[in-house]
Structure formats: C-alpha cells, structure tokens
C-alpha cells in the first residue's frame, strides 16, 4: 500500500471511529434521560433523580424516593475509551504519512 492509501485508510478509520463515540455517548445520554423521565412512571413515583456514576464500575444511578436502580454503562464506557485511543492512533498515522508524502513530493 502506498502513503496516500494510507492515508486515506486512516482517516476512514478516524471517522468511523468518531461515529463510534458519537454512539457510545448517545447511549450513556439515552440511559440517563430514561432514568430522568420514564423511570419515574416505572418505579410508581413522581420522580426519579438520575446520577452518572464514573469509577470502577461506571453505572447511572436512578433514585426514586428509597428505590434505587443501578443500570451499567461500562460496555459503552469501554467501547468510547478504546474508540478515542483509536481515533488518536489513526490520526498520528495520517499525519505522519502525510510528511512523507509531502517530503515525497519536494524530491
């Protein structure tokens, strides 16, 4: 494969990538709003407060009066993080191929 295909594959994979966090917040976001609005109706009270929880085991945290619901968000945690490492893998490989093809050129 030459530089530009490279290139080119990089920043295709950079991209997908991207959509791939897009999705993993869309998620996180979408669990918290449920818990938010609909949780309430669920769990037979008037409301339900929602807590975004980020430690050893990353979960939204629902609280409706003594009920409390804890649904795991660790799947989509894992999947944004290792999509971000990626996205900066893929983009330090365009722009490093992208040298080179400049560098190429000036030859």
Do not use: H
């Not at 791939?20 to 669990?31: C, D, R």
């Not at 009066?65 to 999509?83: K, M, Q, R, S």
Request: hydrophobic share 60%; net charge positive; proline share 3%.
């Amino acid at each position: 494969m030459n530089d530009r295909g490279l290139a080119v594959s990089c920043a295709l994979v950079f991209a997908i990538l991207l959509g791939v966090v897009a999705l993993g917040f869309a998620q996180i976001a979408s669990t918290y709003q449920w818990c938010e609005g609909d949780a309430a109706g669920q769990l037979a009270s008037i409301r339900a407060v929602a807590e975004l929880r980020l430690d050893a085991t990353p979960a939204v945290v629902c609280r409706s009066g003594e009920v409390t619901v804890e649904l795991p968000i660790a799947p989509a945690v894992a999947v944004v993080a290792f999509a971000v490492v990626g996205m900066a893998i893929s983009l330090v490989t365009v722009v490093v191929t992208a040298r080179r093809v400049r560098a190429a050129k000036r030859r």
